[in-house]
């Protein structure tokens, strides 16, 4: 299983970047596909989560209403849209997939619930 992550770069405070997901090696359209990140110094952080079967999702709170993830089962694809950007979203961002199925509206947010990491992609926001 490859989870490949791109996307990333600089941009201006305000301004707007779309981060892609696409696995491979397995599907996920039953399972949870996330979106984490690390700035330096810092532990890695939940971002936001996609139930693939359902379209269920969760944010951090300090992404909700700016960051919207959306999932493309054909092309096996999540992607992050980020808009108003601000500097302290700064950080490598890394998608990660969960093996696990799930009953109702659970949408998993712990490092530990995902098997699957991609490499991570750097979204600087300049101020």
């Known amino acids: 299983v490859q989870l490949q992550a791109s996307g990333g770069g600089l941009v201006q405070a305000g301004g707007s970047l779309r981060l892609s997901c696409a696995a491979s090696g397995r599907s996920f359209d039953d399972n949870a596909m996330g979106w984490f990140r690390q700035a330096p110094g810092k532990e890695r952080e939940f971002v936001a989560a996609?139930?693939?079967?359902?379209?269920?999702?969760s944010y951090a709170d300090s992404v909700k209403g700016r960051f919207t993830i959306t999932g493309d089962n054909a092309e096996n694809t999540v992607y992050l849209q980020m808009d108003n950007l601000r500097p302290e979203d700064t950080a490598v961002y890394y998608c990660?997939?969960?093996?696990?199925?799930?009953?109702?509206?659970?949408?998993?947010?712990?490092?530990?619930?995902?098997?699957?990491w991609g490499q991570g992609t750097l979204v600087t926001v300049s101020s």
């Open positions: 990660a997939a969960d093996r696990h199925w799930y009953s109702g509206y659970y949408v998993p947010k712990g490092k530990t619930n995902y098997e699957y």
């Open positions: 996609i139930r693939r079967s359902s379209s269920v999702t």
